[in-house]
């Protein structure tokens, strides 16, 4: 097998244990974020509500 080839293996292994461990529960970032999205909901709501 040539080295190219052990690199790819290696790389794909490496990316679908990354996703595996990343599908877990939500981190701080995650629950941030979601924060955010609905802050930014509820803000074009209202806007959209003053607007009519």
């Known amino acids: 097998m040539s080295i190219f080839k052990k690199f790819f293996i290696v790389g794909a292994v490496v ?3 990354g996703g595996i461990y990343g599908c877990g529960d ?3 970032a ?4 979601k924060k955010l999205d609905k802050a930014v909901e509820d803000v074009k709501e209202k ?6």
């Open 47 to 52: 806007v959209e509500d003053a607007g009519h």
């Open 15 to 17: 990316l679908l244990l």
């Open 30 to 33: 995650e629950k941030a974020g």
């Open 26 to 28: 939500e981190g701080p």
